[in-house]
């Protein structure tokens, strides 16, 4: 059961694509994860892989895309799951301000309560309260680092509405937004903390990009060893690294089957 104290945590990550093959090929080689071979069954009935660490955690999950689940607009990417004690609630105001449920709330044994919504500006994204495991009832998740790699490092929100979006997350998990900067087009690229903790950034989304989304940024140990990876693995390098705050290296890409993410690491070059 969520604590008030875990409300608008960062819990777990999903990637949704119709090849896990292929994305435990991938993401292995990119990230240093091993993509769990064998899944089982979701909520939905698609199959379901765990992502492991190297160190013996969990980085998330990965869920196969049926040709159903395509033809009912479903796409390759990744999602966050964030923690609310009442995802029944929770999902109800977003609806209630115009966003959207897509998988309505569901009990799953052993995991928690979870539900699949979209904001009212389109950015998809789960709610879940999840169930402890047996005999650790004061577990907390892991899969966000801020610092370290293989761990979800940093998430952007972008949006169509800043003030508007702040305001409703803010409601739904009592985040804030603390300091901006510039982006150089007129943008503003605004902080979001979840009580001490900076975790993400919030912005409004290009009229000809990608479109209101959630963005991840997965940590790797070297930023030039994993964009090499990207492109001798099929995916696609969307631009170049930028240097961001203690010293790594940002990228954004794409993998081959369609899923964006991002990178973020030191760069070891010599």
Known sequence: ?????????????????????????FYDAVVGWNLQQHGGASATGAQYYMIGRSDGGFAGGVLELTGEM???GASPAWLPYICI???????????????????????????????MVSDPWGAVFYLMNPTPPPGNPDAKSDVFSPTDAQHVRWHDLWTEDQPAA???????????????????????????????????????????????????????????????????????LLGSPNPVPGGDFAVHAQDPQGARFGLVGPRKES
């Not at 059961?1 to 435990?24: H, N, S, V």
């Not at 301000?97 to 709330?105: E, N, R, V």
């Not at 963005?215 to 492109?231: F, N, S, W």
Request: hydrophobic share 45%.
């Open 1 to 25: 059961m969520a604590a008030e104290q875990d409300r608008g945590a960062f819990i777990w990550y999903e990637l949704m694509t119709p090849d896990a093959a292929a994305a435990k090929q």
């Open 70 to 72: 395509i033809e009912q």
């Open 166 to 236: 702040a305001a409703l997350y803010g409601e739904l998990f009592g985040w804030k937004v603390e300091g901006a900067v510039p982006m150089g087009d007129g943008r503003e690229y605004q902080f979001l903390h979840n009580g001490a903790g900076m975790f993400g950034g919030l912005g409004t989304a290009l009229a000809d990009g990608p479109g209101p989304r959630w963005a991840l940024y997965i940590g790797v140990d070297d930023i030039d060893r994993a964009m090499g990876a990207v492109e001798a693995g099929g995916g696609t």
């Open 85 to 115: 004690a009442d995802v029944d609630g929770a999902a109800g105001e977003l609806v209630a301000a115009g966003g959207a449920t897509h998988l309505a709330p569901t009990d799953m044994a052993g995991v928690g309560r979870i539900a």
